[in-house]
């Protein structure tokens, strides 16, 4: 069995590699939904059922955890997978968000103001607002939508990504940590680490690993049905060379290939 990873495009590909960095010995499945990116300028509707059908086909590829890597797909069908898909469907599967475990870390050093930036989607649920008010109730809280960022990642135009950075930065500059609330943004962490260089920048490639190794570790049920060869299968739902290109830059030894 394997450990999967979901995502909206190739942003997820950060995650894995973190992952792979840090627990390389398990076999990884990864499966980006490219022909409906970007996910965060779509209904609720349309990401449920994009984000099941992406849940059918990690199962049916052996994946015994799943770790939805798109915080768009997290904040609208994480609760639904897990309370409705899930134990109808595959019961023994396990499906993991990005959200939790990226607030935990926002909040443990007590800040007095946290941002998030994210996609239109993932800000209009309001997730990451819900989910600190729940630890911390009157924590200040900036949330701002970049629709931008994630199709100029996706087409590789980091020159238009840093200007939108360094104008979405100034909003940002009164916070004591800003999350980046995009499985694509961890691609951008050096420049708004340049642009706030008094912010906390929080990004998930940083916190992932060391959340799924503590999970795996109480979760011995889980652990033990991981396959160990090292295997990696990368797919994404709409191939084309740049997107090959893009992943051989972070996995030069892995091919991408379409579903």
Not at 68 to 79: K, Q, V
């Given at each position: ?17 973190a992952f792979i ?182 990004s998930q490639d ?54």
């Amino acid at each position: 069995m394997k450990i999967g990873v979901f995502d909206s495009g190739l942003g997820g590909l950060v995650i894995t590699k973190a992952f792979i960095n840090a627990m390389p010995e398990y076999n990884y499945f990864y499966y980006g939904d490219s022909a409906h990116l970007p996910y965060g300028d779509k209904t609720s509707g349309r990401i449920l059922n994009y984000t099941l059908d992406a849940m059918r086909y990690m199962i049916a590829n052996d994946c015994k955890i799943i770790i939805i890597a798109c915080n768009t797909a997290t904040s609208i069908a994480l609760r639904y997978i897990q309370q409705r898909f899930i134990p109808s469907s595959a019961p023994d599967i396990k499906v993991l968000g990005v959200v939790i475990p990226t607030v935990e870390v926002a909040v443990e050093n007590n800040p007095q103001k946290v941002g998030v930036i994210a996609t239109s989607a993932t800000i209009r649920s309001h997730i990451y607002r819900a989910e600190m008010h729940k630890i911390v109730p009157n924590l200040d809280i900036e949330e701002i939508a970049a629709p931008e960022l994630v199709p100029a990642i996706e087409n590789n135009d980091f020159a238009t990504a840093q200007e939108f950075v360094r104008e979405y930065s100034r909003s940002f500059t009164s916070c004591d940590s800003l999350i980046l609330g995009c499985t694509h943004y961890p691609l951008l962490k050096n420049m708004f680490r340049e642009a706030l260089p008094k912010v906390r920048i929080i990004s998930q490639d940083e916190l992932m690993a060391d959340k799924l190794k503590n999970y795996l570790s109480r979760h011995s049920e889980i652990e033990h049905k991981l396959g160990r060869q090292g295997a990696r299968c990368f797919k994404v739902s709409s191939l084309n060379n740049h997107s090959q290109k893009v992943a051989s830059n972070l996995f030069a030894d892995i091919p991408l290939v379409k579903a």
